[in-house]
């Protein structure tokens, strides 16, 4: 269930098998009607291919980012990769990835197909590479394990210790803890004591 405005969410599973042993049988009694498939026109067959393929990219999340390259920024979602990224960087990302898709979609149409599971393997160094492009906060929003995840979700979950490790201590903090410290050390040195000086 969910109240309007707010995601829904998942409230639990109920397992049976009964859909996978029907998918099972209907997928065994088309070998039988083979006669009569071969009566349904392509159109009709490359129609529910295409149908398929579409409606398989909704929640993608690469078709998503390359569909918030030409959406205006107020129109952005609430997502990890538009909250935590900058948009000129999410592009650049998307567009990273647009290159690979298209590095190997060359590689398929022409005669190297025979090495196409190389390129395939070649696209981890690829990722990894994209580690001196990226800092590590904006490969995890992008490309992460909570890589487009709703925001309000994974905002509170942060810990406190990582977040009070990301805001660094400056030169111009009052009383920094080292300094607060030496300053206790130098205390009898001040007082004339036997302190060093």
């Known amino acids: 269930t969910n109240v309007p405005g707010e995601s829904p969410k998942v409230i639990g599973v109920r397992d049976q098998r009964l859909t996978a042993t029907l998918v099972s049988i209907m997928i065994g009694c088309s070998v ?12 009709v067959l490359f129609g529910v291919f295409l149908y398929m393929g579409v409606s398989g990219m909704n929640g993608v999340q690469f078709f998503d980012r390359l569909t918030l390259c030409f959406m205006p920024v107020k129109h952005h979602p609430n997502v990890s990769y538009v ?35 190389f390129f395939v393997v ?39 210790y990582e977040t009070a490790n990301d805001c660094p201590i400056t030169p111009a903090t009052q009383m920094p803890l080292h300094r607060s410290l030496m300053g206790l ?13």
């Open 32 to 43: 039988l009607l083979a006669p009569i498939l071969k009566l349904v026109p392509f159109a």
């Open 83 to 117: 909250k935590k990224v900058k948009t000129w960087r999410m592009v650049l990302f998307t567009v990273f990835q647009g290159l690979g898709l298209v590095t190997l979609w060359v590689v398929k149409s022409t005669p190297a197909a025979l090495a196409f599971p």
């Open 122 to 160: 070649a696209m981890i160094p690829y990722r990894i590479f994209l580690k001196f492009i990226f800092t590590a906060c904006e490969l995890d929003a992008l490309d992460g394990a909570q890589a487009g995840k709703d925001y309000e979700e994974t905002a509170g979950e942060l810990d406190f």
């Open 185 to 197: 050390v130098n205390i009898p040195a001040m007082m004339g004591g036997k302190g060093k000086s």
